[in-house]
């Protein structure tokens, strides 16, 4: 018999939201009511007059049910199932049915991937480092806004069937390790576990011996809200503590033997998991690029109607180094100022304004200073750049081996893109950077005018080739 079916999608699946709702509600009641004791699904299925399989079906989102079903197992938690609570399943996904295991997921604040289009060929990847090579840490890497969360939720979501938990959490606040620890720990024992180690040694372990039991998949997004900025400096300074702890997590899951997975997001990988990363071993990392033409034009198409010619397509995409977030951004300008005419857009000329400048005003003030002055010089230089080159033009400047850290930080958060062994910047990074630099240069005329005016003297004024800009 054929392992893989393709079937039927009919009826809905929760979103990830719903999942979340019925889940958190199910885990309150589990300890109000049941001792803090895991549901049987014999229990649930007492609790709400469906039958095992329904329920399955329900907590796997998979495989669509009765509106109505997802309707009485909500009311039996006394919950309202709102419209943002389901959806439809998506069509065309083949879904292997062998290995399936009864899971306990937990989502924590993972978005909502209903708009979720594409990147087939990196899930495909992951896929198989997780399922087939069995890596033990996977790191996905790349600029801000390239779809990194999203695209470990649409993992998680995909694989969860796999694993006998998932765990998906988030660290834009800056969790201790600690505390992080604590919690997957409670998760990963089912609440049962009542001496939790004092010490970050002493819970790391308890966390492994879980990861050795059985098979979890871990998911923490978000890991450069507690990295060093690229000059080094950590925001607040016990970050530098935290993160610290991190690392150490990071570097024992990697190397001690387990049948589970820790799914890394990060803009830029740290050193310390580069260094762990090989074709061979079971670290890796996966830098997220840009999307694909054919991926942007339908993810315009489910917002309205757009019309471009093929090459404009293919400039749009290009112009924003195919980032998801600037796209959709640009997306909503085109349609309301250009009635979706790409052309139109593109013959304006602007692909900076509002929130998008205000989105690379971020980038840059997280850039180190070698970084800075090898993006200004790609972007005034026009032409894509050899090694070589960047090096004679900018060697007085800083180091070589700065050079090599910085263009190579550069490239993985796709801010500079190589090609052919040359390196150049995206066109929005280009008129960024062009325009503040005669915002610059007009500043400086205006403070120079006014000192001229004021002293009446005649005074040396020099406006360096290269600003930084800060
Ligand atoms: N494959 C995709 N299909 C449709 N929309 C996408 C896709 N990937 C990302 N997006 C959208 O792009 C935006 C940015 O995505 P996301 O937050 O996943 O990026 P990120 O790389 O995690 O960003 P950050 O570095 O800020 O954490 C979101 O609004 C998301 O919905
Ligand atoms: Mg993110």
Redesign the pocket.
């Known amino acids: 018999m054929n392992p893989l079916q393709r079937r039927r999608k009919r009826g809905v699946i929760l979103t990830p939201q719903g999942f979340q709702k019925l889940q958190t509600a199910k885990c309150q009641a589990q300890s109000w009511e049941n001792l803090d004791k895991r549901y049987t699904l014999e229990d649930l299925s007492d609790r709400t007059g469906l039958d095992p399989d329904t329920l399955m079906k329900v907590f796997h989102c998979q495989v669509g049910v009765d509106k109505q079903t997802l309707n009485t197992c909500f009311r039996a938690f006394n919950l309202l199932l709102e419209p943002s609570d389901y959806q439809l399943p998506r069509t065309h996904e083949v879904i292997s049915n062998q290995h399936s295991i009864q899971n306990l997921t937990d989502w924590g604040e993972a978005p909502d991937i209903s708009?979720?289009?594409?990147?087939t060929a990196e899930l495909t990847t992951l896929k198989h480092w997780i399922l087939k090579e069995h890596c033990r840490v996977v790191t996905l890497f790349?600029m801000?806004?390239?779809?990194?969360?999203?695209l470990s939720v649409k993992l998680a979501e995909q694989i969860q069937d796999k694993f006998e938990f998932v765990i998906w959490r988030s660290l834009r606040n800056a969790p201790s390790v600690k505390d992080m620890l604590a919690d997957l720990i409670q998760i990963l024992s089912e609440g049962q576990e009542n001496n939790l180690p004092k010490t970050l040694d002493g819970r790391i372990s308890q966390l492994i011996h879980y990861l050795k039991n059985a098979r979890c998949l871990l998911i923490l997004d978000?890991l450069e809200t507690i990295l060093p900025d690229a000059s080094g400096k950590y925001n607040i300074g016990y970050y530098r503590q935290r993160y610290d702890g991190y690392s150490e997590l990071i570097r024992r899951v990697a190397e001690t033997f387990h049948q589970s997975c820790l799914v890394l997001?990060i803009?830029e990988t740290p050193r310390e998991i580069r260094h762990l990363t090989g074709e061979k071993l079971p670290v890796r990392t996966l830098q997220l690029k840009g999307?694909k033409v054919i991926e942007v034009e339908e993810?315009f198409k489910a917002k309205g109607a757009f019309c471009g010619s093929s090459s404009d397509w293919h400039q749009l995409t290009e112009s924003y180094a195919g980032n998801?977030?600037l796209l959709?951004m640009v997306s909503s300008k085109i349609h309301k100022l250009f009635d979706g005419n790409i052309s139109e857009f593109l013959n304006q000329r602007i692909l900076v304004f509002g929130e998008i400048s205000q989105l690379l005003k971020d980038y840059f003030n997280h850039l180190s200073d070698p970084e800075n002055l090898i993006i200004n010089w790609l972007a005034s230089n026009y032409q894509p750049a050899s090694f070589s080159e960047l090096r004679s033009q900018i060697s007085s400047a800083i180091s070589p081996q700065q050079l090599l850290d910085a263009l190579e930080s550069l490239q993985e958060r796709c801010l500079v893109d190589k090609n052919a062994a040359l390196f150049s910047v995206a066109p929005m990074v280009r008129e960024y950077i062009n325009h503040q630099l005669i915002q610059n240069k007009i500043s400086s005329n205006i403070k120079y005018r006014s000192i001229v005016t004021r002293k009446k003297n005649k005074l040396s004024f020099h406006i360096p080739e290269l600003i930084l800009i800060k």
């Not at 708009?115 to 990147?119: D, E, N, T, V, Y």
């Not at 801000?144 to 999203?150: E, H, V």
């Open positions: 708009a979720f289009l594409g990147r790349g801000d806004g390239m779809g990194k969360t999203s978000n997001t803009q999307l993810i998801p977030l959709n």
